[in-house]
């Protein structure tokens, strides 16, 4: 029997029924049953500002607490002004303080960009990895996503209609799975 | 008689009386006649959430009016994990939006990155800069400024302690000018 | 009457029949009359040691007088291993030095990336950005071209098949002579 | 009694007495007994072209053996043009192929970036990192190494004279021992 491990999903976009959402639940049902996803609401979350921290935002203590009780985390979003969108970025600033408390630390990561053009995502996927160096998550570095012409590969209805591209999502959260266990300490 | 250019200030950091508000006061004070600065406040900013822009919010048309009305851009700002503050880039995406109008588009820009440590902020210089191709704000190349060890160079009243720093943010805001009447269409 | 200007094309690619060398002449061929395209052979360069420099190899002093002799520069280039092919960054490497003598202070310069497979050559096209800023070469914003799937675009005898691609890539020239003119001191 | 690795230590700098000499001597000496660093030469490599892998030069056949005969990987490197230097890149696109056998897949990797300036190759390092990605390197995160103001660091004679940096590049190199128990498969 394998262990079981708690993955908090990261969403890109805030938007209620985007791509975002519904290739995360895509992601979490072709997950091996040995990961147990969740998708952490981010939109909630004041931005962050090191004068608040005296007297911290509950949404920031909530985001911070959640992060803490995950095991690995998952990031699934798409590109704003070919990096990281805002709301996700205040995510990891949030989750990295206050100083000294970083609650990313250690945590096993990977990364799905995606675009509804044809490049993926490439801008957001390479940004978002510089600062997970710094908050010293370890990140799953093969298989790459970039998903690029979403919008053909997944109906409005959220439902993935090439094979193909249903085989390698499944292989790359295999692959997340194996590389959570290989390096969670 | 030379032209007068409005610079629109961005800064990367929230906090009422940090290095970024004393730095943006110096380089305001160092700059050219020419150059009338004027600090865009960004921390009322609603997160950027497409699902806004049918009733954007107006905090969202207060930013996107007052870039449209300046002549070029100035980001001033530390570095957040090694990238763009969360803040920050909610003010580039919610300028560049909604779809098609984006306000942005043409005006010069440049870019002062620093840190209380040696590094000065090479990591949100550059992700800035890979954003600042999408959203076509041609920026200057050089002089680059990475402020290190900015605690030691502006005291805590704000004001510069040490000549040869001064004298180089004085001809970097010279080399802006002459970069701003350069391009500016 | 516009002034003529001459613009050396960096080949990101060393083979003799390749891509770099197709889209490289299509490029020339779609370029407005202004401007006079010559590409720099780059792969006989010794790789870049300061050891070396006391007696320079001929090799390296002929790139520097063909740089300095360009009023513009053109990068053309596939992407190797998600940044910038070896080839082209040691003549990235060679024009630079010795310390003090940048050949390309000052030239403005565009970048075409390009890849046979979707997302054209997005790591390479920012990562060669990144050292445009520090040789001081004013580099287009937009429009950025990443052409994807090349081999469907242009085909073995080099020529274009897709009119909509073509018409790109010549407003692509005309912007960037645009460029040019603009910003050659 | 632990396992013994082997770690191949890729200089980013040709030259013969510098500080990267220098600095990977002392990494060496710093490192766990359980590690056996040894240096690989990179200059004699011819410039990668994918038209000589026909018949490809012995030198790159050299570099492909010995990048498989290593169980981990080390980069200790100047920055040059903010990225990597030409001879490094090089040595990745060489072991990177031929098409469908890259000698790296797999081997853990860390990086040690210096400048004789204050900022210690930020750029190098994180241009190297994206390449690690797309390569299969699973490169550790934290501690990151930006050793700024080398030459007052390390002496002449190449000892160092700073205890806390010796102090500092120790732990690394325990992180790194670690780290490659850790990943390697």
Known sequence: MTASHKVALF????RRHGMTRRLGRILAELA???LAIETVEIGGLPLYDADLEAA???AWLDLRRQ???????????????RSIPAALKNAIDVGSRPYGENSWAGKPGAIVSFST???GGFGVNHHLRQCLVFVDVPTMQQPEVYLGN???VIDERGRMVS???EDFLRQ????FADWISLTRR
Chains 1, 2, 3, 4 share one sequence.
């Open 67 to 81: 992060l803490q009780g995950a095991d690995a985390v998952l990031f699934v979003t798409p590109e704003h002004n």
């Open 117 to 119: 053009g044809a490049m």
């Open 11 to 14: 969403p890109g976009s805030l």
């Open 172 to 175: 790359f959260m295999t692959a």
């Open 150 to 152: 979403a919008d053909a």
């Open 56 to 58: 911290a935002p509950s």
């Open 32 to 34: 091996p049953p040995t």
């Open 163 to 165: 094979e193909s591209a």
